[in-house]
């Protein structure tokens, strides 16, 4: 019996504890938000079906900006237009921080360009636009490569003859196509079995990244500490190496070794993890982002019209005819996890910098469904567009990569619906965009459309 009592005794004394060390801390300095437990966080009151939902659930009833606890982190979302701006252009110096992913920064541990801060990030910045802009970032070089790739897509998707087509696997295809041509100096056959084995390997590590599960359990991350595309590109570099032309501008991964590491100086940062994760980066980056962008451009029949207003059908789109195009090509895409540089005052609360720092979620997808600038915030609408006051992203953390995926995404797909009509085997109203995963990222849902010759009249 008093074995009994001592056992209960100890139990009931480990919970206590385990109450009192889980306990958030500093609490009183962050916005309020939904009461976590100890360990789990909210886990129990989220969504199952993305966080995103459980987020624009918890705007309505603690506002624009408030707490939440993935596992033990606190995280600070920010909703609506006014505040995001507020964080992200009044204040981008301070919030120009990278957060960490949970499920990532086992396998990144701050290295790489999208994840570095400070110093590191700085350097990696310089060394990652410098190759770039030998290769030829920014001048024509780049936008005659991306209408090569559209041409080599238009010959693929003729093969079609109207048979219905996966279009995620071709947006992921000429967008992996122009990273490699970067990091690896070369461009991939659609069918070659190295280059599907990428594409494979791509996509699950952001379907695991998008997950509920990747974001709320830190403990997940223990199986990751070798992310298989992470092998799939190492591999890729010495090979790749072997086999440059010394008269050509290198790719990133053929960047000669005194660029990468001056081993007299201990503070350099170009070493081989970094310029493994830096071109990592730029795929994820680079590729799924920019092709999971890409379905909403089908669904307007007013992008047509302006196609044939503006080039015709006697030649190939080129860059320079983007300025002649209305606002229907102003699209945002989702922010990343953000974190704050520095203890900051923002809306009358305190957001320390923690040792293990504190995240911050700016939530774009309730700026862009905002009724209050929107007349039907929930139609997909690629006239709705934000002014020159409208800006979300006012800082040196720019994407490396925006100037490339931003000429992809037009270059890509004026050819293609210059060349194509687009048919779904529904009506348009039975066809369900309900993201596979919705976390950090959305992955789009499976579907087929077919991809028919444009009749010339």
């Not at 938000?33 to 199952?48: A, K, S, T």
């Not at 923690?354 to 915030?377: G, N, Q």
Request: proline share 8%; net charge positive.
């Amino acid at each position: 019996m008093e074995l009994s009592v001592l056992l209960l005794f100890a139990l009931l004394t480990g919970l206590l504890i385990l109450l009192i060390r889980g306990r958030p801390k500093a609490r009183g300095h962050l916005p309020p938000g939904p009461r976590p437990l100890p360990f789990l966080g909210n886990l129990l009151q989220m969504d199952r079906k993305g966080l995103l939902k459980s987020f624009l659930r918890f705007q309505q009833k603690y506002g624009d900006v408030f707490t939440v606890y993935l596992g033990p982190r606190p995280v600070v979302i920010i909703c609506g237009t006014e505040a995001i701006r507020e964080a992200l252009v009044d204040q981008a110096e301070v919030f120009s921080g990278r957060a960490k992913i949970a499920v990532v920064d086992p396998v990144v541990q701050g290295h790489g360009v999208i994840f570095a801060n400070g110093e590191r990030w700085k350097a990696l910045r310089r060394f990652s636009l410098a190759t770039m802009r030998d290769f030829g970032m920014g001048k024509r070089s780049v936008e005659e490569r991306i209408q090569e790739e559209a041409q080599c897509l238009v010959e693929e998707l003729q093969k079609s003859q109207g048979a219905l087509q996966d279009p995620v696997f071709y947006f992921h295809s000429i967008t992996a196509n122009i990273i490699c041509s970067i990091v690896f100096g070369k461009r991939f056959d659609y069918r070659d079995p190295q280059f599907l084995r990428l594409l494979e390997l791509l996509f699950q590590s952001f379907v695991l990244i998008s997950s509920l599960p990747s974001q709320l359990f830190e403990l997940y991350s223990s199986f990751l500490k070798h992310f298989p595309v992470n092998v799939f590109i190492d591999r890729s570099v010495e090979k790749h190496r072997e086999t440059l032309d010394p008269s050509a501008p290198p790719p990133l991964m053929g960047a000669p070794p005194t660029r990468l590491q001056d081993k007299s100086d201990p503070r350099s940062q170009f070493d081989h993890r970094n310029l493994i994760m830096s071109a990592l980066s730029l795929f994820f980056a680079g590729t799924e982002t920019t092709s999971t962008t890409s379905g909403p451009f089908f669904c307007a029949e007013r992008v047509l019209k302006e196609i044939d207003r503006v080039i015709g059908s006697d030649r190939p789109p080129a860059l320079d005819d983007r300025a002649k195009y209305s606002k229907i090509w102003t699209l945002l895409p989702i922010g990343v996890p953000h974190m704050v540089t520095k203890d900051t005052h923002f809306r009358g609360y305190i957001l320390p910098r923690y040792s293990t720092s504190l995240e911050v979620y700016p939530i774009l997808s309730s700026a862009l469904h905002d009724s209050r600038y929107f007349e039907k915030p929930d139609d997909f609408n690629p006239a709705h567009f934000l002014d020159a006051n409208g800006a979300v992203k006012k800082n040196d953390r720019i994407c490396l990569g925006e100037g490339i995926a931003r000429t992809e995404l037009f270059l890509f797909f004026t050819t293609i619906l210059q060349n194509f009509s687009v048919a779904s085997p529904v009506a348009p109203e039975d066809i369900d965009l309900t993201p596979q995963e919705s976390g950090v990222g959305n992955v789009p849902p499976k579907y087929q459309i077919r991809f028919l010759p444009r009749q010339r009249g």
